[in-house]
Structure formats: structure tokens, C-alpha cells
């Protein structure tokens, strides 16, 4: 088969190990030949390509970002783009297409899908809150770079007697956010989910004053808001899908919370470190099986679907579930962290 492959939105770490997998399953299993689109959907709609063999995929399962580079390109924004990218996949004469991507990217697959392209999908996010599948590879690899950071935060909030707020990403949920956070032993920890409660943070960081500790750590989703604000953004441009580029609510938390209890605060915006550099190797095992799973979908001849993780087991769903809903921080881990802060009232 003539297989095409993507990678859209927000790269992170495992998509080259997605792209080898699901290539070296296909050449030595299957007499595949695949055809990499660069950039995203820009990369279909300009037919901008790069070959995918076994030696263009060789030595880079550890390496981070995507060979295939990345864009956020709506293909439904763009006048006549679904009929171009019809035509582009039909001159490379492909069989199928897998894209990675988030809910964005996967839209656009479902589009194509609905429009008699082959495709399937495999789950990309480092937010975690794609709906269908347990687990989004790269996500881990965030978290082990969010715990990190706050770790190292500690030793430095402790010498000043600091209140550090470490902002991380998440936009609609706080995946990030909440295991970083209860990983790495925060005070108070902030997500899109729950509007933050300034007075219950300046509570629990009080609190632990009193009690002998000098320094608070708290953590806090880019998508936390107050409840008579929205999300925190950097200008008021949004890409083409509609997003606002998120950023500051560390610092107006942190502004808040020296305001209100008087101790020393300072805010830090992990942002795209978050994204960068080498997958952990559970984010690696996992990139790997879901290339080696879409590969064997577009063979098993199940399209317009996604593969994901349930449980421990790899299996897939239909695409139109996978951007139905966020998948979202639920009630149990939410629990977990009240239960590790002291009881109001
Ligand atoms: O959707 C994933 C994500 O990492 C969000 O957490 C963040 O808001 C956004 O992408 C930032 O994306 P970029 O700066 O690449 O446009």
C-alpha cells in the first residue's frame, strides 16, 4: 500500500517514534511505501513531502519535535482546501493516510474520512484530554519535566522564604497540572476545571506557615482562571482554529497571593519546555505501539478511526468520538489532592 503520514498541531516528544514504528511495521511486514507530508495539513494542501524509508526513519526514536515538522493549518478555513488535499492524495496515489494530531488535526481527518479518504488516527497531545484514549504519549514526558522543574523550584523558594508559582501547560484540563503537582508535593494546585479560589490557595499557603514549613510551591494549568475572568492569554490573536495563545495566570496568581498574605511571591512559565527535547521510555513504548497499531488498522482495513490506550491494551475508536468532548481531570484525583491539604474549616 502507499501510505501517507502526518503530524499537526503542537508537536511533542514520541511523534518520531510514532513515525518510525508504524514505517518499519509497514516496509518489513506489510511492502508499505509511505509518504510524509510536511508541516501538517500545509504540507498536503502545498504537496510538500519527504520520503519515509527505513533509513530516513533510522536514529530517531529518542529525538523530540517531528521530522515531519508541524502546523496548526485548518484545511476547513482555507477555500477549496479539502477538494486540494482530494487532488494532492490522489497524485501520490495513496491508500490510506495516518495522521497524529489532537482533537484539531483529527477533525480535519474525519472531514477527509467523510469525504472517502482512508485515514486513521493516532492520539497526539501533551495536554492528555483527548476523549477515547487513557493516555496521550508525550504527556509523561511533560510531567517528568514539570516535576523536575518544581523540584529544583523547592530549594530555591526555601532559601528565600518564597511562594514560587510554577505555570504549566493545559488548557482545557489540568492533566499537567495535577500529577506534576501531587509528583513534585505542591501546596495548592490550579486547573481549568475547578475556577481557582484565591482565598482557600492563600488558606493552604498560610496554613503551612504557621506550621513550621517557610516555603509554598503551587502549580498552576495556563488554562486556570478566576471565576470572574477568563483564561490568562498573551494579546488577544488566536490561531486558526479559534485558540488563544495562553499564558500568565502564574504571574497574576503570584501578584495575588504576595498581595493578599505578604509573603514573597514569584511565578515561572515552564512553557515549551514542557514540549522539548527526549520522550521518556514510556513515552517511547507507547509512541511505538500506536505506530505499530495504525499501521496494522490501515491494513485490517478499519478506517475513519483512532487508535488509543485503554487500560493497559491498545485498541481503536471511531475518530467522531475521539473530538466529541475534552477529556477532562476527574472528581477521584481532584480528591487526592484535597486529601493531601489540610481540611478548611
Ligand atoms: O494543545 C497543546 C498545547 O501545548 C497547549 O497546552 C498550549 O496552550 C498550546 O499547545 C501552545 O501551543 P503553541 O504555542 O505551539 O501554539
Excluded at 324 to 337: E, F, H, M, N, P
Aim: proline letters at 3%.
Amino acid at each position: 500500500m502507499r501510505v501517507g503520514m502526518l503530524t499537526g498541531g503542537g508537536d511533542c516528544p514520541g511523534l518520531n517514534a510514532v513515525i518510525r514504528a508504524a514505517v518499519r511495521k509497514g516496509i518489513q511486514h506489510h511492502g508499505d511505501e509511505f509518504v510524509g507530508f510536511m508541516e501538517g495539513w500545509r504540507g498536503v494542501l502545498d504537496d510538500v513531502t519527504m520520503p519515509l524509508t527505513l533509513e530516513t526513519t533510522s536514529g530517531i526514536l529518542h529525538r523530540g519535535g517531528t521530522i515531519l515538522r508541524s502546523s496548526r493549518t485548518n484545511v476547513k478555513k482555507i477555500p477549496g482546501g479539502f477538494e486540494r488535499c482530494l487532488e494532492v492524495m490522489g497524485e501520490h496515489k495513496l491508500d490510506a493516510l495516518i495522521a497524529l494530531g489532537g482533537d484539531d488535526t483529527q477533525s480535519i481527518s474525519l472531514a477527509l474520512s467523510e469525504r472517502g479518504v482512508r485515514c486513521v488516527g493516532v492520539p497526539k497531545t501533551i495536554d492528555n484530554d483527548l476523549s477515547g484514549t487513557d493516555a496521550c504519549f508525550g504527556f509523561d514526558t511533560a510531567v517528568g519535566i514539570a516535576t523536575e522543574a518544581i523540584d529544583r523550584l523547592h530549594s530555591t523558594a526555601e532559601a528565600h522564604n518564597r511562594v514560587l508559582v510554577v505555570e504549566v501547560m493545559g488548557r482545557d484540563a489540568g492533566w499537567i497540572a495535577v500529577t506534576s503537582g501531587i509528583a513534585g508535593g505542591a501546596d495548592a494546585i490550579l486547573v481549568p476545571e475547578v475556577p481557582i479560589d484565591i482565598e482557600e490557595v492563600c488558606r493552604l499557603i498560610t496554613y503551612r506557615r504557621e506550621h513550621g514549613k517557610k516555603f509554598s510551591i503551587v502549580v498552576a494549568a495556563e488554562g486556570a482562571k478566576f471565576p470572574e475572568t477568563g483564561q490568562a492569554t498573551q494579546g488577544t490573536s488566536v490561531d486558526s482554529f479559534g485558540h488563544a495563545r495562553l499564558s500568565g495566570i502564574g504571574q497574576a496568581l503570584a501578584e495575588e497571593i504576595e498581595r493578599r498574605t505578604g509573603y514573597e511571591t514569584r511565578s515561572v512559565n515552564l512553557g515549551h519546555t514542557q514540549r522539548g527535547g527526549t520522550p521518556s521510555a514510556y513515552d517511547r513504548m507507547l509512541a511505538t505501539r500506536y505506530g505499530v497499531a495504525a499501521i496494522d488498522l490501515v491494513h485490517a482495513g478499519k478506517f475513519g478511526r483512532l487508535v488509543v490506550l485503554r487500560g493497559t491494551e491498545i485498541t481503536d475508536i471511531p475518530l467522531a468520538d475521539a473530538i466529541a468532548k475534552t477529556r477532562t481531570v476527574g472528581q477521584d484525583l481532584l480528591d487526592v489532592v484535597k486529601g493531601l491539604q489540610p481540611k478548611n474549616g
